[in-house]
């Protein structure tokens, strides 16, 4: 029994080492490089003098620090709730279809997941171009000329949230229909033999049943959106006048344009701390809301 016992114990650990060794490479080390980094003055690469809070205190009196701080918050108001609702209300849509039709919609809302950031922003730009765009006459239209929209300050967030929500809202499409179709079908008909109409059907039957898939995509999005950077960097590049910079973004400049790795690391682990509190916040202010 000893014998079997332990080589069960071997068995295991050689199953679970594989992840054991990738997670203390790929993550748990750099976490630890980063926490250490951020207490000196160190570059990118190499060593550098212990400096204490030195970084943390020199980012309490940076102005731009707030200022991509404040970007983050608006870029979560532009995205996270809308996208949310989107996906739902689309989602409701396509599962009232069926056979081919139905997968053929899904596929269609589906494909922008699947392509690389670089190919979404070449779209877009290319879409939103000042003199050649093919949606210029549509700004045209409403507010009677071509808007450059990358070098508007009160336009540059807006539009990189649309292309955010039309380039992901896909998956989360996605996790509506799967949690949709969790629901069994004989709620709806027992609600339907009670007299119930297909808005009060949503409001007593689909939406608490949805609720915890609402939850967990309210959360992915507040996540994701936290640490939004490939966009702003192709379309905008934080301008104009750091209207789009966002903490990323100030965490790329400081590290691999100025060599600021120190200071670089305090940034990360402050929006490391912030997307750990906020998700974890939001998540059981949702679950608990659920549970009423």
Same mark, same amino acid.
């Given at each position: 029994?000893?014998?079997?016992?332990?080589?069960?114990?071997?068995?295991?650990?050689?199953?679970?080492? +594989?992840?054991? #060794?990738?997670?203390?490479?790929?993550?748990?080390? /750099?976490?630890?490089? @980063? !926490?250490?980094?951020?207490? $000196? *003055?160190?570059?990118?690469?190499?060593?550098?003098?212990?400096?204490?809070?030195?970084?943390?205190?020199?980012?309490?009196?940076?102005?731009?620090?707030?200022?991509?701080?404040?970007?983050?918050?608006?870029?979560?108001?532009?995205?996270?709730?809308?996208?949310?609702?989107?996906?739902?209300?689309?989602?409701?849509?396509?599962?009232?279809?069926?056979?081919?039709?139905?997968?053929?919609?899904?596929?269609?809302?589906?494909?922008?997941?699947?392509?690389?950031?670089?190919?979404?922003?070449?779209?877009?730009?290319?879409?939103?171009?000042?003199?050649?765009?093919?949606?210029?006459?549509?700004?045209?239209?409403?507010?009677?000329? +071509?808007?450059? #929209?990358?070098?508007?300050?009160?336009?540059?967030? /807006?539009?990189?949230? @649309? !292309?955010?929500?039309?380039? $992901? *809202?896909?998956?989360?499409?996605?996790?509506?229909?799967?949690?949709?179709?969790?629901?069994?079908?004989?709620?709806?008909?027992?609600?339907?033999?009670?007299?119930?109409?297909?808005?009060?059907?949503?409001?007593?039957?689909?939406?608490?049943?949805?609720?915890?898939?609402?939850?967990?995509?309210?959360?992915?999005?507040?996540?994701?959106?936290?640490?939004?950077?490939?966009?702003?960097?192709?379309?905008?590049?934080?301008?104009?006048?750091?209207?789009?910079?966002?903490?990323?973004?100030?965490?790329?400049?400081?590290?691999?344009?100025?060599?600021?790795?120190?200071?670089?690391?305090?940034?990360?682990?402050?929006?490391?701390?912030?997307?750990?509190?906020?998700?974890?916040?939001?998540?059981?202010?949702?679950?608990?809301?659920?549970?009423?």
């Amino acid at each position: 029994m000893l014998h079997n016992r332990r080589k069960h114990y071997l068995v295991a650990l050689s199953l679970i080492a +594989p992840f054991v #060794v990738t997670f203390c490479l790929v993550f748990l080390w /750099p976490t630890i490089r @980063v !926490v250490e980094m951020s207490f $000196t *003055n160190g570059p990118l690469i190499g060593e550098g003098e212990w400096v204490g809070l030195a970084n943390y205190k020199r980012l309490l009196t940076d102005r731009l620090f707030y200022t991509s701080l404040k970007n983050n918050g608006y870029f979560i108001l532009l995205t996270v709730v809308p996208t949310t609702a989107l996906a739902l209300i689309i989602a409701l849509a396509i599962n009232r279809l069926s056979g081919r039709m139905q997968a053929a919609i899904l596929a269609l809302f589906f494909l922008p997941y699947i392509l690389p950031v670089s190919v979404v922003t070449m779209i877009w730009t290319w879409m939103l171009d000042f003199q050649f765009g093919v949606l210029q006459p549509v700004f045209a239209f409403f507010t009677g000329k +071509p808007v450059p #929209v990358f070098k508007n300050p009160y336009w540059v967030m /807006p539009m990189v949230a @649309v !292309v955010t929500i039309w380039w $992901t *809202n896909g998956f989360n499409v996605l996790l509506f229909i799967a949690g949709l179709r969790n629901i069994p079908g004989e709620l709806y008909e027992a609600a339907a033999l009670d007299g119930a109409k297909r808005r009060q059907q949503f409001r007593r039957v689909t939406w608490p049943l949805l609720w915890p898939v609402t939850a967990l995509v309210l959360t992915l999005q507040l996540i994701l959106q936290l640490k939004i950077f490939d966009q702003i960097y192709l379309m905008s590049r934080g301008g104009p006048f750091n209207s789009s910079y966002v903490l990323l973004l100030m965490v790329y400049r400081e590290a691999f344009q100025l060599n600021h790795g120190g200071y670089a690391a305090s940034i990360a682990l402050v929006l490391f701390v912030i997307i750990m509190a906020v998700s974890v916040l939001q998540f059981q202010l949702l679950r608990a809301r659920g549970t009423r």
